[in-house]
């Protein structure tokens, strides 16, 4: 394979190098270890570390109601009775 391959994006071509080694294996970008998953990240074990020290718990947040600014005028369709 060669250093970089060509990837063709709607109208536009870019080049993108090419992290993998004959083996198919490529460094984690984290800790340089060899990782061969299927796309380019860190490696399992980073990974995990990673969503032990990054990740939240997900939650609910209340917003307040959206209330247009005085100087905005609503939608005449949006008002229209039927």
């Known amino acids: 394979m060669s250093a970089s ?3 063709a994006e709607g109208d536009e071509t870019a080049e993108r190098p090419d992290y993998r080694d004959p083996d198919g294996r490529y460094p984690c970008p984290r800790c340089g270890t060899p990782t061969d998953a299927e796309l380019y990240g860190p490696c399992a074990g980073c990974f995990t570390q ?3 020290s990054q990740g939240g718990t ?3 947040v209340d917003t307040a109601e959206y209330e247009p600014k005085m100087n905005v005028t609503p939608n005449a369709v949006a008002l229209k009775d039927d």
């Open 5 to 7: 391959e060509t990837v």
């Open 50 to 52: 990673l969503r032990a």
């Open 58 to 60: 997900a939650r609910d």
